[in-house]
């Protein structure tokens, strides 16, 4: 078996380290942009060698693992380089986009677009973990475009490195994850600015924070090259869950600024059901 991962990064290092220990006997070639990335993928086992764009006919799999920008950009030429055979899924965070950026390629019907719902604040092949995938879901769109023995194929290769898979049209994809992934990201990143703008004025502030910060800020270290095309692609829809996360933080002030402690008991009370909400999705699990 023959894979070629394009972007040798968390989730492009975090697929070989599955495959590799799956079938040791698949050879993983490395493309990556980033020529430190590549070596370093290489010296760390995450690929065997690197990888040639020319040579893309004789791949199996071919797993495009870019930020998302860059796959509107790379997939095309992907497809005008395979085999028959080839089967090439991609990672991204959006899917609208980057289903329409191939919706008319002779080859669609090689092409799977997936978003594994899996992944860390951290990049780069030395942010890869073996068994990353585990136990989570990946979000598969347009399932119905890709030849069928191919989708097969690519399922197959999910479910072995232990994901359950989770059918959604691109637009329902991108509508969602806005509100539990892109927004969580913009809290996380805003909580950590207003923190450190603080703490210009205040080096106790750091002294002072516990646990409850370091967990709700750990998204703020993720990488801005990876999130701004993220945004930029998915900008209505992070635009509006905005508004509507804005206009909680400011009914809480108003609350606060009128000391209905009884309302802000209520509002809390009202989201712990959170708790089972994620509890019945770890259950599910
Ligand atoms: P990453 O760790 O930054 O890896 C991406 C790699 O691709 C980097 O080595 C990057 O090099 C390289 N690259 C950039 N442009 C390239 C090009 N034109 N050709 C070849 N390689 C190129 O990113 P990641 O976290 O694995 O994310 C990859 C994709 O997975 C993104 O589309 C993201 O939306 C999606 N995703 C991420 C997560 C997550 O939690 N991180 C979860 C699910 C899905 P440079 O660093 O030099 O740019």
Known sequence: MKIYIIGIGLIGGSMALDIKSLHPEAIVCGIDS????????????????????????????VIVSVPVDVAMVVLPTVLDAIGDNTIVFEVGSTKMPICEAVASHPKRRNFIATHPIAGTEFSGPSAAIKGLFQGKTNIICEVEKTTFKLQEKALELFKSIGMRIRYMDPKSHDKHIAYVSHLSHISSFMLGKTVIDKEKHEQDIFDMAG????????????????????????????????????????????LLEKEDYDAIYNEMQSVNKIKEILNGINVKK
């Open 34 to 61: 980033n020529e430190s990335h590549l070596q370093e993928a290489i010296a760390l086992g995450v690929v065997d060698v690197a990888g040639n764009m020319e040579d893309l006919a004789s791949a199996d799999f």
């Open 211 to 254: 646990s409850g910060f370091e967990s709700t800020v750990r998204l703020a270290k993720s990488s801005p090259a990876m999130w701004t095309p993220i945004f930029k692609q998915n900008r209505k829809q992070v635009v509006k869950t905005l508004e509507e996360y804005i206009s909680n933080l400011s009914k809480f002030k108003e």
